[in-house]
C-alpha cells in the first residue's frame, strides 16, 4: 500500500495536476451553487475538457475536484437561500438554513466546510484502507435489502419530525412516492398516471419540485413577513466556532464519516440516503434537550448531514474503482469518462494500473484540503449574499428557482408546473406539514420501486420479506420507528 | 376544521383518485404475458394508495395526539401580512414562464427582475436597471456560452429576422 500511495502523491502532486485540483474546484463551488446544476450536470459538462487532455490520471482528478466543489456549492446555496440544488444537499438545509437565518450565516459555512473536508479525508483514508474487501461486502446487498434499507431511511425521516407530526410526515412521504410513480417507469415502460399529457410522460422533475418545496415557498413567505435578511447580520463575518461547538460536533463528524462511507459503499444508496441517515441517526441520539434543537438551527444537524454526504462521495468510489460498478448517477458518468479514456475500471485496475487509481485517492485528500483552504477566506464574500436588499433578492432568488427547473428540462411547461407546485407547497407550509419527506420520497421513489419489483419478482411474491433475514430485520425496524413515537405521543397526551 | 384537516381531506380524495386508477384502470391494457409476472405495473401504486389512505385518514380524524403548533405563519391572522405583493409575484412568475419562449430570455429576464423589484416596492430605478440588466446578461453568457445549454435570447421575430 505504501508504495501506491508514494505513487499517487507523486502523480497527484505534479504543478499540472495541482492546478487541475484547484481550478476544479473553484468551478465545482461556483457552478454548484446555481440551483438546478448539481455534481451530475457539471461533471457532465467538463467531460470533453477532461477527455481531451488525453491523460486518465489528470482527467480523473479534474473530476474529482469539480465533484468535491459541487457539492460545496450546493451545500452553500441550501444553507444560504434554502434552495438545494441537489438532492445530496437537501439535509443541509433543515439546519443551515434555520442558522442563517439567525444572522449566523457565517458560522454555517464554516462547519459545512470543516465538516466537508473531515468527511471527504476520512472517506479517503477509509477508501484506502478498505476498498479490496468493501467491494465484496456491497455484492451481498441485494435489491431486497435495498428496498427495506430505503423504507428504514423514509421511515426515520417521518418518525423524527417532531411530536404529532409522524402521520403527517408519512402522509408527505407517501405522496412523494406517488409522485414519483408518475410517467414512464424503467421497469415497466408504460406510461403511469399520466392524464394523457404529454409533458407528463418523463415524470416531474426532481429539480422543479425541490424548488417548489423549498426555495418558492421561503421567498413568498419572505415577501408575507417583511424581513430584512441581512437584519440579523451582524454576525456573518464571524466565522469562529467555540471551542464548546467544536466540541459537540467533533463526534458527530467522526460517526458520520464512518457511517456516510460505508453507506456510500451501497450502489444506488448514495449521499442522498447518506445525509438523510446521517441527521435521522444524530437527532435520535441527541439528548433530549438538543433533539428539540434540530431543524431549528442546531450545528450538529447541519454537521451530520454535510460530514455525511461528503464521506458517501468517497465511497460511491469504491464499487466504481474495484468493480467497475457505477453506484450513483454522477459516478455512472465518471465511468463513461474512464471508459472514454480508454480506462476499464474493476478489480485489475488496482494491479494493471496502479498509477490511476491511487492517484484518484491523493487527489481526494488534496482536493480536500484545497477546497477548505479555498472557501474559508471566501466565506465571508459568500455569506454577503443574505445583506443584499430583499427587493433585489427575493425576485433573484425567484428567478434563479425558475432558471433551475428551466435549465433541468429545457421545457417551458416545467416553470408553470413549479408555480403551480410552489402553490400547494406554500399550503402544505400554511398548514404545518413538514415539506422534506415528500422531497425524500419522491427522490427515493423510483429506486424503491426498482428494487421492490425486482425482489418480486426474484421470490415470485412477497416471499422476500421474511426468506431473507436482513430484509426482514429492516423492516422490523422501519415499523418500530414509525410506531413507536405515534405510541409514546398518543401516552403523553393522555396522560397531560 | 382546522387548516391540516381540510388539506388532509384534499389528499385523502387525492389518493382515493390515485388508488382507483391504480387498482381498476391502470391494469386493463396490460398485455397477456405481463399478467402472469408476479408484479404489475400498478403493485407499487396500489401499496401507496393504501398507505395514502391511511395516513389522511389519521390526520383527518385526530387519532395522533400533540399539541396544536402554528407554523411560521399564522394562516388565521393573514391580513397582518403583504399577501398581495406574494400574489403578484406569483402571477409574474406565470407571465414570465409564458413568455420566455415567445420573448426571448433577455427581454423577459430582465422585465422580470425589474417588476419583482417594482411590486416589492423598490423605486431607485438608477440601481435597479443596471441590475437586473447586467444580471441578465450575466446568467445569459454563462447559461449559453459558457454552459452550452440553448436560450433563446431575443424574441422569435428578430431572430428569424437576423437569421439566428
Given at each position: 500500500m505504501l508504495e501506491g500511495i508514494l505513487i499517487g502523491l507523486q502523480t497527484a502532486l505534479s504543478l499540472q495536476n495541482l492546478l487541475l485540483v484547484v481550478g476544479g474546484c473553484l468551478i465545482g463551488t461556483f457552478i454548484g451553487m446555481l440551483p438546478g446544476l448539481g455534481p451530475m450536470s457539471i461533471i457532465a459538462i467538463m467531460i470533453p475538457i477532461a477527455v481531451s487532455m488525453g491523460d486518465p490520471s489528470a482527467a480523473l482528478i479534474l473530476l474529482a475536484g469539480v465533484y468535491y466543489g459541487a457539492i460545496f456549492g450546493g451545500s452553500t446555496s441550501s444553507i444560504l437561500l434554502n434552495a438545494p440544488g441537489v438532492a445530496g444537499t437537501v439535509a443541509s438545509s433543515f439546519d443551515g438554513y434555520p442558522m442563517s437565518q439567525q444572522g449566523m450565516a457565517g458560522k454555517a459555512l464554516t462547519i459545512a466546510a470543516i465538516a466537508s473536508f473531515a468527511g471527504g479525508t476520512i472517506g479517503a483514508i477509509l477508501l484506502m484502507i478498505f476498498a479490496p474487501m468493501l467491494s465484496s461486502v456491497a455484492l451481498l446487498f441485494h435489491s431486497a435489502e435495498y428496498f427495506a434499507l430505503m423504507i428504514v431511511g423514509l421511515s426515520a425521516i417521518a418518525a423524527f419530525s417532531g411530536p404529532g407530526q409522524v402521520t403527517k410526515a408519512l402522509l408527505m412521504t407517501v405522496l412523494g412516492l406517488m409522485m414519483a410513480t408518475v410517467g414512464e417507469g424503467a421497469l415497466f415502460n408504460l406510461p403511469r398516471f399520466t392524464m394523457g399529457i404529454m409533458d407528463l410522460q418523463s415524470g416531474f422533475g426532481f429539480i422543479t419540485l425541490a424548488m417548489a418545496m423549498f426555495a418558492l415557498p421561503e421567498a413568498v413567505f419572505l415577501v408575507l413577513k417583511p424581513?430584512?435578511?441581512?437584519?440579523?447580520?451582524?454576525?456573518?463575518?464571524?466565522?469562529r466556532i467555540s471551542r464548546a461547538e467544536a466540541r459537540a460536533i467533533a463526534p458527530v463528524i467522526g460517526r458520520q464519516s464512518i457511517q456516510g462511507f460505508f453507506i456510500g459503499v451501497l450502489p444506488g444508496a448514495g449521499a442522498t440516503i447518506a445525509s438523510f441517515l446521517g441527521y435521522a441517526v444524530e437527532r435520535n441520539i441527541a439528548p433530549k434537550h438538543e433533539q428539540a434543537e434540530f431543524g431549528k438551527g442546531s450545528i450538529k444537524g447541519l454537521a451530520a448531514p454535510e460530514t455525511a454526504n461528503n464521506a458517501a462521495c468517497t465511497g460511491s468510489f469504491v464499487p466504481l474503482l474495484t468493480l467497475g460498478i457505477p453506484g450513483s448517477g454522477t459516478t455512472a458518468i465518471l465511468l463513461g469518462a474512464l471508459i472514454a479514456l480508454n480506462v476499464t475500471p474493476g478489480p485489475r485496475l488496482m494491479i494493471d494500473e496502479p498509477q490511476i487509481f491511487w492517484a484518484v485517492i491523493m487527489s481526494m485528500f488534496i482536493g480536500n484540503l484545497v477546497l477548505l483552504i479555498l472557501n474559508l477566506p471566501l466565506i465571508p464574500y459568500i455569506a454577503k449574499l443574505l445583506a443584499i436588499p430583499r427587493n433585489y433578492l427575493i425576485p433573484f432568488i425567484l428567478f434563479f428557482t425558475l432558471m433551475g427547473a428551466y435549465i433541468g428540462q429545457n421545457n417551458a411547461t416545467e416553470l408553470l408546473m413549479l408555480v403551480g407546485f410552489g402553490i400547494c407547497g406554500i399550503a402544505l407550509k400554511f398548514a404545518n406539514y413538514p415539506l422534506p419527506p415528500l422531497l425524500i420520497g419522491f427522490i427515493l421513489g423510483g429506486m424503491m420501486e426498482d428494487n421492490f419489483s425486482r425482489s418480486m419478482q426474484l421470490y415470485g411474491g412477497m416471499s422476500f420479506i421474511w426468506e431473507r433475514p436482513m430484509t426482514l430485520g429492516l423492516l422490523v425496524l422501519a415499523l418500530v420507528l414509525v410506531l413507536l413515537p405515534i405510541l409514546q405521543s398518543t401516552r403523553a397526551h393522555r396522560n397531560a | 376544521m382546522a387548516l391540516d384537516r381540510w388539506i388532509a381531506l384534499i389528499l385523502l380524495g387525492i389518493c382515493i383518485v390515485y388508488g382507483y386508477t391504480a387498482w381498476f384502470t391502470m391494469d386493463a391494457g396490460l398485455a397477456p404475458f405481463m399478467r402472469r409476472n408476479p408484479v404489475w405495473p400498478s403493485s407499487f401504486p396500489k401499496v401507496l394508495s393504501v398507505l395514502g389512505i391511511a395516513a389522511s385518514f389519521i390526520i383527518l380524524i385526530g387519532l395522533e395526539k400533540g399539541e396544536e403548533k402554528i407554523g411560521e405563519i399564522d394562516h388565521r391572522r393573514l391580513?397582518?401580512?403583504?399577501y398581495g405583493q406574494a400574489l403578484l409575484l406569483l402571477a409574474l412568475m406565470v407571465v414570465y414562464a409564458l413568455c420566455l419562449r415567445p420573448v426571448g430570455f433577455l427581454i423577459s429576464t430582465a422585465g422580470f427582475l425589474i417588476i419583482g423589484s417594482l411590486i416589492l416596492g423598490e423605486r431607485k430605478w438608477h440601481i435597479m436597471l443596471p441590475v437586473a440588466i447586467s444580471a441578465t446578461f450575466a446568467v445569459w453568457y454563462l447559461v449559453q456560452e459558457v454552459l452550452s445549454i440553448y436560450m433563446r435570447p431575443l424574441p422569435t421575430f428578430i431572430t428569424n429576422l437576423t437569421g439566428g
Open positions: 424581513k430584512n435578511l441581512g437584519d440579523d447580520g451582524g454576525e456573518i463575518k464571524d466565522l | 391580513d397582518d401580512y403583504f
